[in-house]
């Protein structure tokens, strides 16, 4: 017995019939083909497209195969192939990339920053860069150990420290902390936004502003919640990081913070 009609499709062109694969460029309209769901192409990312219908609802889908229909015919959607820039290739930093770079040992020099979402802004936008100075960047899961977390590393004069503290604005629990490390071998520098999410500009995610987010109300959740993304924290976040191509999508007030952190870390003692 066999499962199915042997003899259906077209078996002599075996070639012809496959499922097209389509480039999710921006404004591309489409349907999810389980849920129903038409918009536009508003992110794409290797994992997942985000789709916005005409009411401006937002919804995220993986990007399986055979799973959305373009114009009544069913395709595989892909993420779009990066342009090659003419000239001298850029780091999404804006400084000119070191073709050819081979790893080198890692200085003992470090920079802190507070969660894993800060970590791999930072690696998107700067890892290039950091690599090119064998700096090494770690999360610490919250700053609220910060001045034992300091004393455990250890700072000297060739062993320096930089952390990237979230919300860092005067009369703040993390400014207090932050006061604690006296250290002329760390530099504690912050920006003014709650999360690290802030730090994007809301153009890049298509969206006019973060959302206000009442106390008491978790802020990732609240953002969310506001926004009518029916997603994860986690699955959210992809799509933010996702849109993130390059330093001019993120805010001037982090952009000096981590520049000055690299500054400081690979200063000549």
Same mark, same amino acid.
């Given at each position: 017995m066999y499962e199915g009609d042997v003899l259906a499709g077209n078996w002599r062109r075996p070639g012809k019939g496959k499922i097209p694969q389509v480039p999710a460029e921006l404004d591309?309209?489409?349907? =999810? &083909?389980?849920? *129903?769901?038409? $918009?536009?192409?508003?992110?794409?990312?290797?994992?997942?497209?985000?789709?916005?219908?005409?009411?401006?609802? %937002?919804?995220?889908?993986?990007? &399986? !195969?055979?799973?959305?229909?373009?114009?009544?015919?069913?395709?595989?959607?892909?993420?779009?192939?990066?342009?090659?820039?003419? $000239?001298? %290739?850029?780091?999404?930093? *804006?400084?000119?990339?070191?073709?050819?770079?081979? &790893?080198?040992?890692?200085?003992?020099?470090?920079?802190?920053?507070? *969660?894993? +979402? =800060?970590?791999?802004?930072?690696?998107?936008?700067?890892?290039? =860069?950091?690599?090119?100075?064998?700096?090494?960047?770690e999360y610490l899961e919250g700053v609220d150990d910060l001045p034992a977390i300091v004393a455990e590393f250890g700072p000297s004069p060739g062993r320096r420290l930089g952390v990237l503290v979230d919300h860092l604005v005067p009369g703040s629990k993390e400014s207090r902390i932050a006061a604690q490390?006296?250290?002329?071998?760390?530099?504690?520098?912050? +920006?003014?936004?709650?999360?690290?999410?802030?730090?994007?500009? !809301?153009?890049?995610?298509?969206? !006019? &502003?973060? !959302?206000?987010?009442?106390? $008491?109300?978790p802020w990732k959740e609240g953002v969310i919640a506001a926004l009518g993304w029916r997603v994860e924290p986690a699955d959210a976040w992809r799509r933010i990081l996702g849109a993130v191509s390059a330093y001019t999508d993120l805010e001037p007030e982090l952009l000096g913070r981590v520049e000055e952190l690299i500054d400081f870390v690979t200063e000549a003692s």
């Open positions: 591309l309209v489409v349907e =999810d &083909a389980e849920s *129903g769901f038409c $918009g536009a192409v508003v992110a794409c990312d290797k994992e997942a497209v985000t789709l916005e219908d005409r009411f401006g609802k %937002r919804r995220l889908f993986p990007l &399986a !195969p055979a799973a959305f229909l373009l114009e009544g015919k069913v395709v595989t959607l892909v993420r779009p192939a990066a342009t090659p820039a003419a $000239g001298p %290739r850029r780091t999404a930093s *804006g400084s000119i990339a070191v073709e050819g770079l081979r &790893a080198r040992v890692a200085k003992e020099s470090r920079i802190y920053v507070e *969660g894993v +979402h =800060d970590a791999a802004l930072v690696e998107k936008i700067w890892g290039h =860069d950091l690599r090119v100075e064998g700096v090494v960047v490390v006296t250290s002329p071998h760390v530099l504690v520098v912050g +920006h003014p936004y709650v999360d690290i999410w802030q730090a994007v500009k !809301p153009s890049v995610v298509r969206i !006019p &502003a973060w !959302p206000d987010v009442p106390r $008491g109300v």
